[in-house]
């Protein structure tokens, strides 16, 4: 079965800092990844997604993923955090080749000035 | 503008009640999906449905059914809510191909059962 760990449940970061959200995943198999965001009172919405093509993965905003086979990682990262950064993150598996998926707890990020 | 359209936002439902969310889609997806979102616990599958005429069970899906009566339209039906099932609930659907994978959301539907 395939699920995700995402290891911090809060991160707060200033702005013009790095961002790091962490995700371990567990899959028998290669596994598609995603990582989503959710601003306040708002849906889910793709920042970006891994397939088995490259491992570095360029997402929306400036965020960009790496996918570790052999830590079984995909950390999300931003090399500068904006105020808008500022939203709750999921790390997610997919689980079926339908899109059925499973999410991870959720990170929450704060920025601040 | 395209999307997922869920109806009501918010409501307050008196426990006992009987309670449909409403969801419609016009990307023509296959895939349909309800997910309960709660602190801590990030979302979790209530049901879903991989095309029109079809549904499963997700991981949580005691004390609620869906119907796929057509590609569009996925409801969510509370048969006699209890003051667990608050929480925000998303709909989602996607295109259901490998390529992909990817879901679009509502903007969800926050319930509060008293």
């Known amino acids: 079965a395939q699920s995700v760990t995402q290891l911090d449940s809060h991160v707060s970061v200033s702005e013009g800092t790095p961002v790091l959200l962490r995700c371990n995943y567990s899959?028998?198999?290669?596994?598609?990844l995603f990582w989503y965001v959710q601003h306040p009172n708002k849906g889910l919405q793709l920042l970006l997604k891994?397939?088995?093509?490259?491992?570095l993965v360029k997402g929306i905003n400036g965020f960009e993923a790496e996918f570790k086979k052999s830590e079984t990682s995909f950390h999300l990262t931003k090399p500068s955090a904006h105020m808008s950064d500022a939203a709750e993150y999921f790390c997610?598996?997919?689980?079926?080749?339908?899109?059925?998926?499973?999410f991870g707890a959720g990170t929450q990020v704060v920025v601040t000035p | 503008i395209a999307g997922i359209t869920q109806a009501p936002t918010s409501q307050i439902l008196a426990a006992g009640r009987r309670m449909t969310l409403r969801c419609t889609q016009d990307m023509r997806h296959n895939a349909m999906y309800w997910y309960r979102q709660d602190l801590g616990l990030g979302l979790r599958l209530i049901h879903y449905?991989?095309?029109?005429?079809?549904?499963g069970k997700g991981e949580v899906p005691d004390g609620y059914s869906v119907s796929r009566a057509n590609t569009d339209d996925f409801p969510l039906t509370l048969a006699s809510a209890v003051p667990s099932q608050t929480s925000v609930y998303f709909c989602a659907s996607s295109d259901g191909t490998a390529n992909t994978g990817e879901l679009f959301f509502g903007e969800g539907s926050r319930l509060t059962v008293l």
């Open positions: 899959s028998s198999y290669s596994p598609s």
């Open positions: 891994y397939t088995s093509a490259a491992t």
């Open positions: 449905s991989n095309t029109a005429g079809t549904t």
């Open positions: 997610v598996v997919r689980t079926d080749s339908w899109g059925k998926l499973q």
